[in-house]
């Protein structure tokens, strides 16, 4: 299947963002041209190019207020994969 994913400029938010499902939906947001903030409670050995990653551990009041912080911007996207 294809589709035509045109987020040039558009600023996006993923949690859980690191492995898997999260991983890819970070790897399409940027191909389709979106500016992608990473969450997930680490930071990868090899980050994907363009991506700002943000170490934030959601199950604690200081994680999620930080990933809050990114969303408040300005995110227009957002993708929450963390399980």
């Known amino acids: 299947m294809s589709f ?3 987020l040039a400029n558009r600023r ?4 859980g963002a ?6 890819a939906v970070v790897q399409t947001l940027c ?5 992608v903030v990473a969450a997930s ?4 050995d090899q980050p994907a190019r ?14 999620a207020s930080a990933v809050a912080h990114h969303h ?5 996207v957002r993708a929450e994969r963390a399980g």
Do not use: H, W
């Open 41 to 44: 409670r680490s930071v990868p």
């Open 12 to 15: 996006a938010l993923v949690t």
């Open 18 to 23: 690191t492995k898997g499902i999260g991983a």
């Open 50 to 63: 363009g991506v700002r990653y943000l170490a934030a551990d959601l199950s604690t009041a200081e994680g």
């Open 4 to 6: 035509d994913l045109d």
């Open 72 to 76: 408040a911007s300005g995110s227009e």
């Open 31 to 35: 191909g389709a041209g979106a500016q």
